[in-house]
């Protein structure tokens, strides 16, 4: 059974810096791809970045590139996003997964895909 749990979530002033983490149970974490996406209320869910299985390519939205990096330490089983130059409009649950196939580039993500319960990050201006 595959588990994720986030944790690192807080409020934070505007321009300030925050880490996410996930852990991730119940599989080789290391043949999987790993993403970050959040919701602010009353939206959709968006993609904010992702790390293939190897770890050798990362992807992200157009709204966090070079304020945003996600990482993969298969020691620990855990993915990182760390968050620099916060703004408000980065304040929304943030939610990590991983793609129910290994090998894969962490491109298509859907609901038969693995994903935790969130963590919420505030933005404060």
């Known amino acids: 059974q595959v588990q994720l749990v986030e944790s690192g979530g807080g409020l934070v002033q505007a321009g300030g810096s925050l880490r996410l983490s996930c852990a991730a149970s119940g599989r080789t974490f290391s043949s999987y791809a790993m993403g970050w996406f959040r919701q602010a209320p009353g939206k959709e869910r968006d993609f904010v970045a992702a790390i293939n299985w190897s770890g050798s390519n990362t992807y992200y939205a157009d709204s966090v590139k070079g304020r945003f990096t996600i990482s993969r330490d298969n020691a620990k089983n855990t993915v990182y996003l760390q968050m620099n130059s916060l703004k408000p409009e980065d304040t929304a649950v943030y939610y990590c997964?991983?793609?129910?196939?290994?090998?894969?580039?962490?491109?298509?993500?859907?609901?038969?895909?693995?994903w935790g319960q969130g963590t919420q990050v505030t933005v404060s201006s």
């Open positions: 997964a991983t793609n129910r196939n290994p090998y894969t580039e962490g491109h298509s993500w859907s609901t038969n895909d693995y």
